[in-house]
Nanobody
Framework: QVQLVESGGGLVQAGGSLRLSCAASGRTFTFSIYAMGWFRQAPGKEREIVAASWWGSSSTYYADSVKGRFTIARHNANNTVYLQMNSLKPEDTAVYYC???????????????WGQGTPVTVSS
């Protein structure tokens, strides 16, 4: 059984910052060999990838909409991935999900495990 637990969401004013955390656990789960992604889903919209950290390399991926504002960081030693979100905009309002998958991909169908989500609301 693999569990991903997100935290750090909340209400923030435009221009502010939040740091999301995702702690992974599971008796047979080896964090270092999983791609870790952050996705988000806004009301009435489809889920989209925000950022990802590939396993086996230091490569990362960012959606164009968050480049230069968001930073993903993974700490294999404590099975945690973070999403630092700066210069937040109202359009960043969504439920943010952490996900883990064995394939380095930006497509959500390649992610096997998902957290319950943490809401982020950015007020104007």
């Amino acid at each position: 059984q693999v569990q991903l637990v997100e935290s750090g969401g909340g209400l923030v004013q435009a221009g502010g910052s939040l740091r999301l955390s995702c702690a992974a656990s599971g008796r047979t789960f080896t964090f270092s060999i999983y791609a870790m992604g952050w996705f988000r889903q806004a009301p009435g919209k489809e889920r989209e990838i925000v950022a990802a950290s590939w396993w086996g390399s230091s490569s990362t991926y960012y959606a164009d909409s968050v480049k230069g504002r968001f930073t993903i960081a993974r700490h294999n030693a404590n099975n945690t991935v973070y999403l630092q979100m700066n210069s937040l905009k109202p359009e960043d309002t969504a439920v943010y999900y952490c996900a883990a998958g064995r394939t380095n991909s930006i497509l959500d169908r390649y992610y096997n495990y998902w957290g319950q989500g943490t809401p982020v609301t950015v007020s104007s």
